[in-house]
Protein backbone atom coordinates (compact mmCIF):
# COMPACT_ATOMS: atom_id res chain seq x y z
CA UNK A 1 0.00 0.00 0.00
CA UNK A 2 2.06 3.16 1.04
CA UNK A 3 4.23 5.24 2.50
CA UNK A 4 3.62 9.34 3.33
CA UNK A 5 5.52 12.34 3.73
CA UNK A 6 6.17 10.67 7.53
CA UNK A 7 9.63 12.21 7.07
CA UNK A 8 8.59 15.71 9.07
CA UNK A 9 7.10 13.26 12.34
CA UNK A 10 9.77 13.63 15.11
CA UNK A 11 12.76 13.31 12.75
CA UNK A 12 15.80 15.42 13.94
CA UNK A 13 17.61 18.00 12.00
CA UNK A 14 19.64 16.81 9.62
CA UNK A 15 23.39 16.84 10.71
CA UNK A 16 26.31 16.03 8.81
CA UNK A 17 28.54 13.80 9.73
CA UNK A 18 32.50 14.82 10.41
CA UNK A 19 34.76 12.61 8.32
CA UNK A 20 31.97 13.48 5.18
CA UNK A 21 34.46 15.79 3.04
CA UNK A 22 33.26 18.79 1.05
CA UNK A 23 34.70 16.51 -2.52
CA UNK A 24 32.61 13.76 -1.07
CA UNK A 25 29.41 15.45 -1.05
CA UNK A 26 29.64 17.40 -3.89
CA UNK A 27 30.73 14.26 -6.37
CA UNK A 28 27.95 12.10 -4.24
CA UNK A 29 25.71 15.23 -5.69
CA UNK A 30 26.65 15.59 -9.43
CA UNK A 31 25.78 11.42 -9.83
CA UNK A 32 22.67 12.41 -8.69
CA UNK A 33 22.17 15.12 -11.01
CA UNK A 34 23.47 12.58 -13.62
CA UNK A 35 20.39 10.78 -12.78
CA UNK A 36 23.06 7.72 -11.72
CA UNK A 37 21.54 5.37 -9.02
CA UNK A 38 23.27 4.89 -6.32
CA UNK A 39 23.66 1.17 -4.99
CA UNK A 40 23.90 -0.39 -1.47
CA UNK A 41 27.72 -0.45 -1.49
CA UNK A 42 28.43 2.82 -2.69
CA UNK A 43 29.67 5.54 -0.67
CA UNK A 44 26.80 8.15 0.11
CA UNK A 45 26.70 10.55 2.79
CA UNK A 46 25.46 9.46 6.13
CA UNK A 47 21.99 11.73 6.14
CA UNK A 48 20.93 9.95 3.00
CA UNK A 49 21.51 6.96 4.05
CA UNK A 50 19.44 7.88 7.37
CA UNK A 51 16.69 9.40 5.25
CA UNK A 52 16.14 6.24 3.31
CA UNK A 53 16.46 3.98 6.00
CA UNK A 54 13.64 5.53 7.89
CA UNK A 55 11.39 6.42 4.88
CA UNK A 56 11.91 2.61 3.59
CA UNK A 57 11.32 1.39 7.15
CA UNK A 58 8.36 3.33 7.64
CA UNK A 59 6.56 2.12 3.90
CA UNK A 60 7.43 -1.63 5.12
CA UNK A 61 5.73 -1.01 8.49
CA UNK A 62 3.12 0.51 6.87
CA UNK A 63 2.47 -2.41 4.39
CA UNK A 64 2.59 -4.32 7.23
CA UNK A 65 0.27 -2.95 9.58
CA UNK A 66 -1.96 -2.14 6.53
CA UNK A 67 -3.25 -5.68 6.19
CA UNK A 68 -5.26 -5.22 9.67
CA UNK A 69 -7.60 -2.89 8.26
CA UNK A 70 -8.59 -5.24 5.36
CA UNK A 71 -8.03 -8.34 7.45
CA UNK A 72 -11.64 -7.50 9.34
CA UNK A 73 -13.26 -8.70 6.34
CA UNK A 74 -11.47 -11.31 5.38
CA UNK A 75 -14.34 -13.56 7.14
CA UNK A 76 -17.18 -11.88 6.30
CA UNK A 77 -16.65 -10.85 2.28
CA UNK A 78 -20.15 -11.16 0.80
CA UNK A 79 -18.67 -13.97 -2.06
CA UNK A 80 -15.81 -16.81 -2.22
CA UNK A 81 -15.01 -14.32 -5.18
CA UNK A 82 -14.65 -11.48 -3.18
CA UNK A 83 -12.77 -13.28 -0.05
CA UNK A 84 -10.16 -15.07 -2.63
CA UNK A 85 -9.52 -11.67 -3.83
CA UNK A 86 -9.09 -10.00 -0.40
CA UNK A 87 -6.78 -12.79 0.33
CA UNK A 88 -4.54 -12.14 -2.61
CA UNK A 89 -4.31 -8.58 -1.71
CA UNK A 90 -3.54 -8.87 2.17
CA UNK A 91 -1.01 -11.27 0.91
CA UNK A 92 0.52 -9.05 -1.52
CA UNK A 93 0.68 -6.02 1.36
CA UNK A 94 2.54 -8.62 3.43
CA UNK A 95 4.94 -9.29 0.29
CA UNK A 96 5.48 -5.53 -0.38
CA UNK A 97 6.37 -5.41 3.52
CA UNK A 98 9.11 -8.13 2.55
CA UNK A 99 10.27 -6.36 -0.63
CA UNK A 100 10.55 -3.37 1.57
CA UNK A 101 12.48 -4.61 4.78
CA UNK A 102 14.87 -6.11 1.69
CA UNK A 103 15.42 -3.42 -0.09
CA UNK A 104 16.51 -1.22 3.81
CA UNK A 105 18.34 -4.15 4.97
CA UNK A 106 20.67 -3.31 2.08
CA UNK A 107 21.66 -0.29 3.52
CA UNK A 108 23.17 -1.90 6.94
CA UNK A 109 20.18 -2.30 9.36
CA UNK A 110 18.97 -5.68 10.32
CA UNK A 111 15.25 -6.74 9.92
CA UNK A 112 14.87 -7.81 13.64
CA UNK A 113 16.23 -3.53 14.59
CA UNK A 114 13.05 -2.56 12.49
CA UNK A 115 10.41 -4.89 13.58
CA UNK A 116 11.74 -4.28 16.93
CA UNK A 117 11.43 -0.21 16.53
CA UNK A 118 7.75 -0.99 14.92
CA UNK A 119 6.56 -3.27 18.01
CA UNK A 120 8.46 -0.46 20.83
CA UNK A 121 6.52 2.35 18.91
CA UNK A 122 9.49 4.06 18.17
CA UNK A 123 8.68 3.99 13.97
CA UNK A 124 6.19 5.49 12.83
CA UNK A 125 3.84 3.97 9.55
CA UNK A 126 1.30 5.44 7.75
CA UNK A 127 -1.84 7.22 9.72
CA UNK A 128 -4.06 5.93 7.12
CA UNK A 129 -4.34 2.74 8.70
CA UNK A 130 -5.51 4.24 12.01
CA UNK A 131 -8.90 3.70 10.53
CA UNK A 132 -11.30 1.50 10.85
CA UNK A 133 -12.79 -0.85 8.57
CA UNK A 134 -16.81 -0.34 9.43
CA UNK A 135 -18.37 -1.81 6.49
CA UNK A 136 -17.53 -3.93 3.69
CA UNK A 137 -18.05 -0.56 1.63
CA UNK A 138 -14.66 0.22 3.51
CA UNK A 139 -13.01 -2.24 1.60
CA UNK A 140 -13.78 -1.06 -1.78
CA UNK A 141 -13.03 2.51 -0.78
CA UNK A 142 -9.56 1.64 0.53
CA UNK A 143 -8.57 -0.05 -2.74
CA UNK A 144 -10.11 2.41 -4.65
CA UNK A 145 -8.75 5.94 -2.92
CA UNK A 146 -5.91 4.40 -0.69
CA UNK A 147 -4.19 2.46 -2.85
CA UNK A 148 -5.54 5.47 -5.76
CA UNK A 149 -3.00 7.36 -3.27
CA UNK A 150 -0.32 5.08 -2.72
CA UNK A 151 -0.06 4.32 -6.37
CA UNK A 152 0.42 8.12 -7.64
CA UNK A 153 3.46 8.35 -4.41
CA UNK A 154 5.17 5.14 -5.17
CA UNK A 155 5.11 5.68 -9.26
CA UNK A 156 7.62 8.37 -8.83
CA UNK A 157 9.48 6.46 -6.70
CA UNK A 158 10.15 3.82 -9.33
CA UNK A 159 12.64 6.73 -10.16
CA UNK A 160 13.97 7.09 -6.44
CA UNK A 161 17.89 7.64 -6.78
CA UNK A 162 18.64 4.35 -4.72
CA UNK A 163 18.57 1.48 -6.65
CA UNK A 164 17.19 -1.26 -4.45
CA UNK A 165 14.14 1.24 -3.54
CA UNK A 166 13.58 2.02 -7.12
CA UNK A 167 13.61 -1.70 -8.00
CA UNK A 168 11.18 -2.69 -5.18
CA UNK A 169 8.86 -0.34 -6.28
CA UNK A 170 8.90 -1.12 -9.53
CA UNK A 171 7.53 -4.61 -8.26
CA UNK A 172 5.02 -3.26 -6.11
CA UNK A 173 3.79 -1.09 -8.38
CA UNK A 174 2.89 -3.69 -10.73
CA UNK A 175 1.03 -5.34 -8.26
CA UNK A 176 -0.83 -2.16 -7.01
CA UNK A 177 -3.23 -1.79 -9.88
CA UNK A 178 -4.91 -4.98 -9.06
CA UNK A 179 -5.49 -3.82 -5.80
CA UNK A 180 -7.61 -0.47 -7.02
CA UNK A 181 -9.18 -2.30 -9.57
CA UNK A 182 -10.79 -4.47 -7.07
CA UNK A 183 -11.81 -1.59 -5.00
CA UNK A 184 -13.03 0.53 -7.76
CA UNK A 185 -15.31 -2.68 -8.45
CA UNK A 186 -16.50 -3.61 -5.60
CA UNK A 187 -17.96 0.60 -5.24
CA UNK A 188 -19.27 0.08 -8.82
CA UNK A 189 -20.70 -3.40 -7.37
CA UNK A 190 -22.43 -1.35 -4.25
CA UNK A 191 -23.84 1.68 -6.25
CA UNK A 192 -25.43 -0.95 -9.08
CA UNK A 193 -27.38 -2.36 -5.75
CA UNK A 194 -30.22 -1.30 -3.59
CA UNK A 195 -30.17 2.22 -2.39
CA UNK A 196 -29.17 0.90 1.07
CA UNK A 197 -25.65 -0.91 -0.50
CA UNK A 198 -25.24 3.14 -2.09
CA UNK A 199 -25.80 4.62 0.70
CA UNK A 200 -23.19 2.09 2.69
CA UNK A 201 -20.64 3.38 -0.16
CA UNK A 202 -21.10 6.98 -0.17
CA UNK A 203 -20.97 6.42 3.44
CA UNK A 204 -17.49 4.90 3.13
CA UNK A 205 -16.44 7.74 1.17
CA UNK A 206 -17.74 10.03 3.52
CA UNK A 207 -15.28 8.66 6.20
CA UNK A 208 -11.94 7.80 3.89
CA UNK A 209 -11.78 10.62 1.73
CA UNK A 210 -10.02 12.98 3.71
CA UNK A 211 -7.39 10.46 5.47
CA UNK A 212 -6.55 9.51 1.76
CA UNK A 213 -5.86 13.43 1.14
CA UNK A 214 -3.73 13.43 4.09
CA UNK A 215 -1.76 10.42 2.93
CA UNK A 216 0.62 12.25 0.85
CA UNK A 217 1.75 14.16 3.84
CA UNK A 218 1.65 17.70 4.94
CA UNK A 219 1.26 20.80 3.03
CA UNK A 220 4.69 21.69 1.16
CA UNK A 221 5.30 24.98 2.94
CA UNK A 222 5.16 22.42 6.16
CA UNK A 223 6.56 19.54 4.80
CA UNK A 224 10.66 21.16 5.69
CA UNK A 225 12.99 18.17 4.83
CA UNK A 226 11.14 18.03 1.40
CA UNK A 227 13.66 20.17 -0.56
CA UNK A 228 16.56 18.07 0.62
CA UNK A 229 14.58 14.91 -0.71
CA UNK A 230 14.18 16.10 -3.70
CA UNK A 231 17.46 16.99 -4.66
CA UNK A 232 18.59 13.50 -3.72
CA UNK A 233 16.15 12.58 -5.87
CA UNK A 234 14.22 10.35 -3.73
CA UNK A 235 11.06 12.09 -3.79
CA UNK A 236 10.22 13.36 -7.44
CA UNK A 237 6.71 15.33 -6.73
CA UNK A 238 5.94 17.56 -3.86
CA UNK A 239 3.20 16.54 -1.98
CA UNK A 240 0.36 19.65 -2.89
CA UNK A 241 1.26 18.02 -6.52
CA UNK A 242 0.74 14.64 -5.90
CA UNK A 243 -2.36 15.54 -4.21
CA UNK A 244 -3.90 17.29 -6.74
CA UNK A 245 -3.25 14.84 -9.25
CA UNK A 246 -5.03 12.53 -6.78
CA UNK A 247 -8.16 14.47 -6.41
CA UNK A 248 -7.96 15.41 -10.29
CA UNK A 249 -8.02 11.52 -11.17
CA UNK A 250 -10.78 10.67 -8.67
CA UNK A 251 -13.20 13.14 -8.62
CA UNK A 252 -14.49 12.56 -11.94
CA UNK A 253 -14.35 8.40 -10.95
CA UNK A 254 -16.89 9.38 -8.05
CA UNK A 255 -19.13 10.86 -10.25
CA UNK A 256 -18.97 7.75 -12.38
CA UNK A 257 -20.12 5.88 -9.71
CA UNK A 258 -23.14 8.22 -9.19
CA UNK A 259 -21.52 9.51 -5.28
CA UNK A 260 -20.03 12.76 -3.99
CA UNK A 261 -16.65 13.24 -2.31
CA UNK A 262 -17.47 15.47 1.03
CA UNK A 263 -16.45 18.35 0.41
CA UNK A 264 -18.12 21.79 -0.31
CA UNK A 265 -15.78 23.03 -1.16
CA UNK A 266 -14.57 21.04 -4.35
CA UNK A 267 -15.47 22.69 -7.95
CA UNK A 268 -13.43 22.21 -11.27
CA UNK A 269 -11.60 25.54 -11.97
CA UNK A 270 -11.63 25.66 -16.32
CA UNK A 271 -8.94 28.26 -15.66
CA UNK A 272 -6.56 25.57 -14.25
CA UNK A 273 -7.52 22.61 -15.60
CA UNK A 274 -7.60 21.37 -11.96
CA UNK A 275 -10.15 20.88 -9.17
CA UNK A 276 -10.13 23.36 -6.07
CA UNK A 277 -10.59 21.81 -2.42
CA UNK A 278 -11.67 22.33 1.11
CA UNK A 279 -9.36 22.78 3.92
CA UNK A 280 -7.68 19.68 5.05
CA UNK A 281 -7.96 19.33 8.74
CA UNK A 282 -4.01 19.06 9.70
CA UNK A 283 -4.67 18.73 13.25
CA UNK A 284 -6.33 15.19 12.78
CA UNK A 285 -3.18 14.09 11.28
CA UNK A 286 -1.29 15.26 13.51
CA UNK A 287 -3.67 13.58 16.10
CA UNK A 288 -3.14 10.36 14.49
CA UNK A 289 0.75 9.95 13.40
CA UNK A 290 0.84 11.14 17.29
CA UNK A 291 -1.18 8.13 18.08
CA UNK A 292 -4.44 9.26 19.07
CA UNK A 293 -6.38 8.22 16.16
CA UNK A 294 -9.24 5.69 15.82
CA UNK A 295 -7.22 2.22 16.47
CA UNK A 296 -3.76 3.34 17.03
CA UNK A 297 -3.29 1.08 20.30
CA UNK A 298 -5.53 -1.39 18.62
CA UNK A 299 -3.55 -1.50 15.91
CA UNK A 300 -0.07 -2.07 17.86
CA UNK A 301 -1.58 -4.26 19.89
CA UNK A 302 -2.35 -6.63 17.12
CA UNK A 303 1.01 -7.19 15.96
CA UNK A 304 2.78 -7.30 19.07
CA UNK A 305 0.29 -10.59 19.77
CA UNK A 306 1.07 -11.41 16.59
CA UNK A 307 4.20 -11.46 16.92
CA UNK A 308 4.20 -13.06 20.44
CA UNK A 309 2.39 -15.80 19.10
CA UNK A 310 4.30 -16.65 16.07
CA UNK A 311 7.53 -16.80 18.92
CA UNK A 312 7.54 -20.45 19.24
CA UNK A 313 7.58 -21.26 15.19
CA UNK A 314 10.46 -19.41 15.06
CA UNK A 315 11.91 -20.86 17.50
CA UNK A 316 11.20 -24.20 16.69
CA UNK A 317 12.42 -23.77 12.86
CA UNK A 318 16.15 -22.43 14.49
CA UNK A 319 16.37 -24.97 16.27
CA UNK A 320 15.14 -27.36 14.08
CA UNK A 321 18.16 -25.76 11.39
CA UNK A 322 20.41 -26.26 13.68
CA UNK A 323 19.38 -29.87 13.91
CA UNK A 324 19.75 -30.91 10.39
CA UNK A 325 22.72 -29.08 9.98
CA UNK A 326 24.52 -30.98 13.16
CA UNK A 327 23.03 -33.82 10.98
CA UNK A 328 24.51 -32.98 7.84
CA UNK A 329 28.00 -32.46 9.32
CA UNK A 330 28.12 -36.02 10.97
CA UNK B 1 13.25 -14.51 24.91
CA UNK B 2 16.43 -15.69 22.88
CA UNK B 3 15.50 -15.58 19.60
CA UNK B 4 18.36 -15.36 16.97
CA UNK B 5 18.15 -13.89 13.81
CA UNK B 6 17.82 -15.72 10.87
CA UNK B 7 20.16 -16.04 7.77
CA UNK B 8 19.39 -13.31 4.97
CA UNK B 9 19.55 -14.74 1.43
CA UNK B 10 19.37 -13.68 -2.13
CA UNK B 11 16.89 -14.74 -4.42
CA UNK B 12 17.20 -15.19 -8.23
CA UNK B 13 14.93 -16.17 -10.98
CA UNK B 14 13.97 -17.34 -13.89
CA UNK B 15 11.20 -15.19 -15.68
CA UNK B 16 11.07 -18.43 -18.53
CA UNK B 17 13.41 -20.87 -19.92
CA UNK B 18 15.79 -19.39 -22.53
CA UNK B 19 16.72 -16.52 -20.03
CA UNK B 20 19.24 -16.03 -17.02
CA UNK B 21 18.11 -16.20 -13.72
CA UNK B 22 17.91 -12.57 -12.55
CA UNK B 23 18.02 -10.84 -8.90
CA UNK B 24 15.21 -9.94 -7.37
CA UNK B 25 15.54 -9.51 -3.67
CA UNK B 26 16.27 -11.19 -0.38
CA UNK B 27 14.42 -12.83 2.22
CA UNK B 28 15.30 -14.48 5.61
CA UNK B 29 15.29 -18.38 6.28
CA UNK B 30 16.21 -20.68 8.54
CA UNK B 31 17.50 -23.31 6.23
CA UNK B 32 17.39 -23.58 2.41
CA UNK B 33 14.39 -25.25 1.75
CA UNK B 34 12.92 -22.51 3.79
CA UNK B 35 14.83 -20.08 1.71
CA UNK B 36 13.12 -21.33 -1.72
CA UNK B 37 9.53 -21.44 0.14
CA UNK B 38 9.52 -17.98 1.17
CA UNK B 39 11.67 -16.93 -2.19
CA UNK B 40 8.52 -18.39 -3.78
CA UNK B 41 5.70 -17.17 -1.94
CA UNK B 42 7.26 -13.36 -1.82
CA UNK B 43 8.34 -13.21 -5.21
CA UNK B 44 6.87 -15.25 -7.65
CA UNK B 45 3.09 -15.34 -6.68
CA UNK B 46 1.62 -14.15 -10.34
CA UNK B 47 3.97 -17.08 -12.05
CA UNK B 48 7.14 -14.75 -12.41
CA UNK B 49 9.17 -17.53 -12.83
CA UNK B 50 10.16 -21.27 -13.41
CA UNK B 51 13.11 -21.59 -11.10
CA UNK B 52 14.37 -20.05 -8.15
CA UNK B 53 17.87 -19.98 -6.48
CA UNK B 54 18.45 -18.87 -3.47
CA UNK B 55 22.40 -18.22 -1.74
CA UNK B 56 23.13 -17.09 1.37
CA UNK B 57 24.07 -13.26 1.22
CA UNK B 58 27.42 -14.33 3.34
CA UNK B 59 28.38 -16.20 1.19
CA UNK B 60 28.41 -13.69 -2.17
CA UNK B 61 31.59 -12.43 -2.49
CA UNK B 62 31.67 -8.78 -4.73
CA UNK B 63 33.55 -6.15 -6.12
CA UNK B 64 34.44 -3.28 -4.25
CA UNK B 65 32.48 -0.27 -5.89
CA UNK B 66 34.86 2.29 -4.48
CA UNK B 67 37.54 0.30 -6.55
CA UNK B 68 35.84 -0.13 -9.45
CA UNK B 69 37.68 2.46 -11.42
CA UNK B 70 41.11 0.29 -11.09
CA UNK B 71 39.28 -2.93 -11.12
CA UNK B 72 37.65 -2.38 -14.41
CA UNK B 73 40.43 -0.51 -15.85
CA UNK B 74 42.25 -3.51 -17.90
CA UNK B 75 39.50 -3.48 -20.41
CA UNK B 76 39.48 0.15 -20.92
CA UNK B 77 42.08 0.83 -23.77
CA UNK B 78 40.97 -2.29 -25.54
CA UNK B 79 39.16 -1.02 -28.12
CA UNK B 80 40.23 -3.41 -30.74
CA UNK B 81 37.87 -5.84 -28.84
CA UNK B 82 34.56 -3.70 -30.66
CA UNK B 83 34.09 -4.92 -34.00
CA UNK B 84 33.89 -1.03 -34.76
CA UNK B 85 37.52 -0.84 -34.72
CA UNK B 86 37.70 -2.52 -38.30
CA UNK B 87 37.64 -0.37 -40.98
CA UNK B 88 36.25 -2.67 -43.92
CA UNK B 89 35.17 -1.24 -46.91
CA UNK B 90 31.40 -0.95 -47.44
CA UNK B 91 32.05 -3.12 -51.09
CA UNK B 92 32.39 -6.25 -48.91
CA UNK B 93 28.80 -5.96 -47.29
CA UNK B 94 27.38 -7.09 -44.04
CA UNK B 95 29.98 -8.59 -41.61
Known amino acids: MYTQGLDQAGSKPRRRDGLETDAQLAAFQARIDADEKIEAKDWMPEAYRRTLVRQISQHAHSEIIGMQPEGNWLTRAPTLRRKAILLAKVQDEAGHGLYLYSAAETLGVSRDQMVRDLLDGKAKYSSIFNYPTLTWADIGAIGWLVDGAAIMNQIPLCRCSFGPYARAMVRVCKEESFHQRQGYEIMLTLVRGNAKQKAMAQDAINRWWWPSLMMFGPNDEDSPHSAQSMKWKIKRFSNDALRQKFIDATVPQAEFLGLKMPDDKLEFDEQTGHYRFGEINWQEFYDVLAGNGPCNRQRMATRQQAQADGAWVREAASVYAEKQAARNAA | ?95
Open chain 2, 1 to 95: MTEKNWPLYEVFIRSKSGLSHRHAGSIHATDDQMALDNARDTYTRRNEGVSIWVVRSSQIVASDPAEFAAFFEPAKDKIYRHPTFYDIPEDVGNM
